[in-house]
Structures are given as C-alpha cells and as structure tokens.
C-alpha cells in the first residue's frame, strides 16, 4: 500500500499513513485530513545479491548439490 504524509486540519499535526487510496480519499473527504505532497511507496525488498547475504552454510549445500549431480545426472547439453 501506498504511503501518504497527511496534515491534521484541526492541530496541524502532519503523520504518516500507510492506507489504501480510497481510505485516504474517505480521510481528506471527511475535512479532518489534508495531504501535504504525494509520495511514491517505501517499499525496498532487498538491495544487492541474494547469495551474499546468506550464510557460508548455504554456500557449501549449494556446492556439494553441483558437485553430486554430475555424477548421478547424464549431461545432455551439447556445446
């Protein structure tokens, strides 16, 4: 959901909603609330590789599954 910066009409408190766009279009439609500025959502999920942020615990299974399915596994693929 979207994050929008709403100012309190009455003590010109300004907070941080989290809401969908009709809650907030119900909150300014009431006259309680005004929206100071639009703002794009928060949301960040992760920045960088994956992989580097695991432990080495995950980097030796992830090698010891290459390393024993060679010898289980017919290599098909011609280069």
């Given at each position: 959901?979207?994050?929008?910066?709403?100012?309190?009409?009455?003590?010109?408190?300004?907070?941080?909603?989290?809401?969908?766009?009709?809650?907030k279009?119900?909150?300014?439609?009431?006259?309680?609330?005004?929206?100071?500025?639009?703002?794009?959502?928060?949301?960040?999920?992760?920045?960088?590789?994956?992989?580097?942020?695991?432990?080495?615990?995950?980097?030796?299974?992830?090698?010891?599954?290459?390393?024993?399915?060679?010898?289980?596994?017919?290599?098909?693929?011609?280069?």
């Amino acid at each position: 959901m979207p994050t929008y910066d709403l100012k309190n009409t009455e003590t010109g408190e300004t907070k941080e909603f989290i809401v969908s766009i009709s809650k907030k279009e119900e909150m300014v439609a009431s006259g309680k609330w005004q929206q100071v500025h639009l703002s794009p959502p928060r949301d960040v999920t992760h920045v960088g590789s994956m992989i580097s942020k695991t432990g080495s615990d995950w980097s030796d299974h992830l090698k010891n599954i290459k390393k024993s399915t060679g010898k289980r596994v017919k290599n098909t693929i011609n280069v």
